[in-house]
């Protein structure tokens, strides 16, 4: 639809329309995805967004999102920091765990 919004071709004013009309939301949507997995491309999306769409309610919407995952990263980092000053570290997940099978040689009594 950008494509064609550029084109001087009959369609572009609809393409412009519907730019004007279904972007915003369709920008809010990967807005929430990102900034709701913790994806460091939350920023980029959020002002993304405000800047095709600035006054918008999306453009608002991505703004606060914006700024809760700010927070929530400068959270992440302060414990990071206590801990590595006190030398301690989050235990690992049993996800991250080696899964390695048993070693082949040994044998089963």
């Known amino acids: 639809m950008e494509e ?3 084109q ?3 369609v572009a004013p609809k393409a412009k329309e519907w730019i004007t009309r279904e972007r915003p939301a369709i920008l809010a949507a990967v807005v929430r995805a990102k900034c709701a997995d913790d994806d460091t491309s939350c920023v980029a999306a959020s002002e993304k ?3 095709l769409h600035p006054g918008t309610p999306e ?5 606060a999102l914006r700024e809760a995952w700010r927070k929530r990263a400068d959270e992440r980092a302060e414990v990071a920091r206590k801990d590595a000053e006190k030398g301690t570290y989050p235990a690992r ?11 082949a040689t040994m044998t089963s009594s």
């Open 4 to 6: 064609l919004e550029q």
């Open 8 to 10: 001087p071709v009959s």
């Open 49 to 51: 967004l405000e800047k």
């Open 59 to 63: 453009a608002t919407e991505a703004k």
């Open 93 to 103: 997940s049993s996800s991250a765990r080696s899964t390695r099978p048993a070693d």
